[in-house]
Nanobody, 113 residues
Framework: VQLQASGGGLVQPGGSLRLSCAGS????????MGWYRQAPGKERELVAG???????NYADSVKGRFTISRDIRKKELYLQMNNLKPEDTAVYYC????????WGRGTLVTVSS
């Protein structure tokens, strides 16, 4: 099983991006799906997550700006990011949690004027 995040890029402050995470291979049923990010010189942090039951949680720094969603049938994960700020610049990763963690390859988001 492999996951690949996509949708990153260069955007100006205040702009928007939509990240997607898709998998190849037989993706197991997940109990949690999340978006993480890692900025240069910083530890990887949870940005947003969604449980199998649909409950969501967000880092305080992105509440009200980011929205996590999923396509259960496709087993795809999305992150709508609005009102982006320079401090959102990071490599964004998706992770699916089943009986084990499946990490996707990251996608770089750069917020700069």
């Amino acid at each position: 099983v492999q996951l690949q995040a996509s949708g990153g890029g260069l955007v100006q402050p205040g702009g928007s991006l939509r990240l997607s995470c898709a998998g190849s291979g037989r993706i197991p049923a997940t109990r949690f799906m999340g978006w993480y990010r890692q900025a240069p010189g910083k530890e990887r942090e949870l940005v947003a997550g969604i449980t199998a039951g649909g409950s969501t949680n967000y880092a305080d720094s992105v509440k009200g700006r980011f929205t996590i969603s999923r396509d259960i049938r496709k087993k795809e994960l999305y992150l709508q990011m609005n009102n982006l700020k320079p401090e959102d610049t990071a490599v964004y990763y998706c992770k699916y949690v089943s009986g084990y963690d499946i990490w996707g390859r990251g996608t770089l988001v750069t917020v700069s004027s």
